[in-house]
């Protein structure tokens, strides 16, 4: 989930109008925040919304419908919801016919009180009411004010996959929800129960999106490892019926749970190295057992190091990145030092660190010793400084090897003349001189330069 969590992007798309429903349509903004799951749904929305007779509109002020996919992980990206709803007050008074809501898991988790807090939003709908997205709007545009934010936890989870272009590599969920319960996390409660997709869906979503040219699939889910389908298939069976029977050329996945993790999975993984890439995303949270057991994260420091060493050692050459908590409540400094020291015998080639926040509904948010802001800040700053000096160090390994890069962009702008980007194996950013005709295409790049989070090489010719 990390990797691009926090982050905020717009949506926006191109291509023909469907036949809309109704006069409805206009022009449309969705900013997004939050991981992979929020950018899924965002997706899946503008799918929607196009066939309602929507279009991008590239900026809010120039939106008819402006939608913020909120993210409630922690007590930033909140703010930052608020604050760019906030900014929409001026457009409202220039276009009284804008209509603005607001979805993801701050709509889930606040409910009619987002709107009591905020008048200026027209509507609200949570996590499990996006299909239900028509139906709102057709209201919201009749000058209603609109809830939807129950969770259907009865109702199977069978959708299909929505992407309107969906380029080289895409996101496929295959679960939903989380019934971890780990102590400082809001995701169960903004998510709801877990369900897995069948895997006969995901299969054929994936065979429609090879099709439409896409060469790399990330399978999502907030705990995809405790995927079971219907028919009583595990992520494993998953993994190998993706690898073995769909023209997808790569896999990724996230987010796996270190508990959930097993010799089975690694094997299967290794045995379908070809398609299946050795870039894995294990969270850690905390290096101290003591520290872990209060987060419910179902393993100890000893246990989480075993885990490391036996997928490098099943998958040799793959790369391991985590997401580490430092501050949690009660955490002294010699148990934040047991997350320092694991640095030392797990080698994570990148860390997504965040400062303890309490959340809404959670238990670690009614623990005494919650430390200040400070002392969390404080830690947070050691762990990077600590990161990066063994980043570097491990990144320099790359100068010099011949690194298999799936093309995704080609940037012809004055700037980046020539550069082409694209993702090696490892999940390392890379960036030589190509052409546009690469673009979707596997080459081989020699590294020149290294840094932790992108590499710079230079495309071998002739192979
Ligand atoms: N399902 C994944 C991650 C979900 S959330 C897992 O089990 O690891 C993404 C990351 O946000 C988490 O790994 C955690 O490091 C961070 N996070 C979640 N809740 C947080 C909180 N209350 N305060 C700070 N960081 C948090
Ligand atoms: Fe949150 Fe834990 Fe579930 Fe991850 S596994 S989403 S951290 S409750
Ligand atoms: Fe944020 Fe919800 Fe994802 S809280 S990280 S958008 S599951």
Avoid: W
Wanted: glycine share 8%; proline share 5%.
């Amino acid at each position: 989930m990390s990797p691009i969590d926090q982050e905020n992007s717009s949506s926006t798309f191109s291509g023909s109008h469907g036949e809309g429903t109704k006069a409805l349509g206009g022009k449309v903004y969705i900013s997004t925040y939050g991981c992979q799951m929020n950018v899924n749904d965002s997706e899946r929305m503008m799918t929607l919304l196009e066939m309602m007779n929507y279009s991008p509109a590239l900026s809010p002020d120039q939106a008819d419908l402006i939608i913020v996919n909120s993210c409630s992980i922690r007590e930033k990206p909140v703010h930052k919801v608020h604050s760019e709803v906030g900014r929409y007050r001026v457009l409202k008074k220039k276009n009284p016919h804008l209509k603005i809501g607001v979805s993801g898991c701050v709509a889930q988790q606040e409910k009619s009180k987002l709107m009591k807090d905020v008048p200026l939003i027209d509507f609200v709908f949570g996590t499990d009411a996006i299909d239900e997205l028509p139906e709102i709007i057709s209201q919201a545009t009749q000058g209603e004010k609109v809830v939807r934010a129950k969770f259907e936890h009865q109702r199977p989870y069978h959708i299909e996959t929505m992407v309107r272009n969906p380029g080289v590599s895409t996101f496929v969920n295959i679960t939903k929800g989380c019934d971890n319960f780990c102590t400082f996390c809001v995701v169960p409660f903004t998510r709801g129960r877990e369900r897995s997709r069948p895997m006969v869906q995901i299969l054929d979503d994936i065979n429609r999106l090879v099709d439409r040219g896409v060469k790399e699939v990330t399978l999502v889910g907030q705990n995809v490892n405790s995927y079971t389908s219907d028919c009583g298939a595990g992520f494993g069976d998953l993994m190998k019926s993706v690898a073995q029977k769909t023209g997808i050329e790569r896999i990724r996945f996230t987010t796996p749970h270190p508990k959930d993790f097993n010799k089975e999975l690694m094997e299967i993984m290794q045995e379908n190295r070809d398609k299946v890439m050795d870039y894995i995303h294990l969270p850690l949270q905390s290096g101290n057992s003591e520290v872990l057991e209060r987060m419910n994260r179902g393993y100890t420091r000893e246990q989480y190091i075993e885990l490391a060493h036996m997928i490098l050692k099943t998958m040799p050459g793959s790369v391991l990145s985590t997401d580490i908590i430092v501050g949690f409540p009660g955490e002294t400094r010699e148990q934040f030092e047991d997350t320092l020291s694991l640095l030392d015998e797990v080698p994570f080639e990148s860390i997504y660190a965040f400062a303890y926040s309490p959340r809404p509904f959670t238990k670690a948010a009614r623990f005494e010793e919650q430390l200040t802001d400070s002392e969390k800040n404080l830690r947070l700053r050691e762990l990077f400084e600590k990161h990066n000096t063994l980043s570097f160090a491990m990144a320099k390994k790359y100068v010099g090897q011949s690194l298999k890069v799936l093309v995704e962009e080609y940037h012809d702008g004055e700037q980046k003349a020539g550069r082409c980007f694209g993702r090696s194996t490892q999940n390392k950013s890379v960036h030589f001189d190509g052409g546009p005709e690469l673009v979707g295409k596997t080459v081989d790049v020699i590294i020149d330069q290294a840094f932790p989070s992108t590499l710079y090489g230079t495309l071998r010719e002739g192979i």
